[in-house]
Structures are given as structure tokens and as C-alpha cells.
């Protein structure tokens, strides 16, 4: 294992999982990452990538995976038909935890 790997690079990891009560679908998916991206004062290089099993799988497995590069990392959100996400923001840039309240 590798101590200390880039020491002088800046990296916060934010990770959030629960459950949601919404109808999710592509476009709901797309506003969710152009909202926090806009909230979180980050930038977005790409479009949002959204895939979803399509049946494929088992049926709780169900639902998106989706990522969307930023300048600064990337987000990623994993969205199952039973009601759970999870979220991971992975970014190269230092946020205020006071700016997320």
C-alpha cells in the first residue's frame, strides 16, 4: 500500500446513501446533477452518463448508475428501484462544510 500518495494534491470525498420518495428517470437525474453542481459552485465538462440495467440482472439491482465529469473529479450517484441511493462526490477542490447547510 502506498502512504501518503500525493501529499501537495487537494482530494474530499463526500459520501451519502438513504432513500427517496420521488419518481427518478434520466431527466430527473440530469436536474439533480445540474443543481448541485450550480449549489456547489462546480463545473461540469461533460454530459451526465446514465445507464440503467434495463431488466438485465437481478430485480433489485434495478434502477441507474450514473457519473457526471467536473473539472475538478467527478460525481457519481447509484439510484435501485427499491427505494436507495448513493451518492459519491469526489472532488480536487476544497469545500466549506458551511456552505452545504
Known amino acids: 500500500m502506498i502512504k501518503n500518495l500525493a501529499p501537495d494534491v ?6 451519502i446513501e438513504g432513500f427517496y420518495s420521488i419518481t427518478v428517470d434520466p431527466d430527473v437525474i440530469e436536474k439533480y446533477f ?20 434495463a431488466g438485465d440482472g437481478k430485480s433489485e439491482n434495478q434502477g441507474y448508475d450514473a457519473f457526471v465529469p467536473l473539472i ?4 457519481s450517484v447509484y439510484i435501485w428501484s427499491n427505494k436507495k441511493f ?5 472532488i480536487l477542490v476544497s ?3 458551511n456552505k452545504w447547510h
Open 72 to 75: 475538478d473529479s467527478g460525481i
Open 10 to 15: 487537494m482530494r474530499q470525498r463526500l459520501l
Open 34 to 53: 445540474k443543481t448541485i453542481t450550480e449549489n456547489l459552485n462546480l463545473r461540469m465538462y461533460g454530459k451526465p452518463i446514465i445507464f440503467s440495467p
Open 95 to 97: 469545500l466549506s462544510m
Open 86 to 90: 448513493s451518492l459519491v462526490l469526489y
